[in-house]
């Protein structure tokens, strides 16, 4: 038999909230037996910018085939990525 969830404290401030989460347990104070999964399908993936050093001539025919498929080419080096990480996994 589960013990009911402690009352979550009201925070003054975000900055409370996260010193109070860093050092209490979640578990005491949710019920996550009763926790349903959720979607956001309209959040946007957060990018870091980087900066990626390569022969000219592997740049080249990288721009030729963005070029043939009417693409970024920085687009097109986004997506060989995600599908060689697919095949890796």
Same mark, same amino acid.
């Given at each position: 038999? !589960? +013990?009911?969830? #402690? &009352?979550? &404290?009201?925070?003054? $401030? @975000? ?10 347990? $979640?578990?005491?104070? =949710?019920?996550? !037996? #009763?926790? *349903?999964?959720?979607?956001? &399908?309209?959040?946007?993936? !957060?990018?870091?910018?980087? $900066?990626?050093?390569? &022969? *000219? ?5 990288? +721009? ?6 009417? =693409?970024?080419? *920085? !687009?097109?080096? +986004? =997506?060989?990525?995600?599908? #060689?990480? +697919? @095949?890796?996994?």
């Amino acid at each position: 038999m !589960s +013990k009911s969830p #402690k &009352p979550i &404290p009201k925070f003054r $401030s @975000e900055a409370a909230e996260r010193k109070f989460w860093e050092t209490h347990d $979640s578990a005491d104070y =949710v019920d996550w !037996s #009763k926790a *349903q999964r959720v979607r956001f &399908p309209n959040l946007k993936l !957060s990018t870091t910018t980087i $900066s990626l050093r390569m &022969p *000219q001539g592997t740049l080249d025919r990288i +721009k030729v085939a963005a070029n043939r498929r009417d =693409v970024p080419y *920085q !687009s097109l080096i +986004k =997506v060989w990525l995600e599908e #060689k990480l +697919k @095949e890796e996994a």
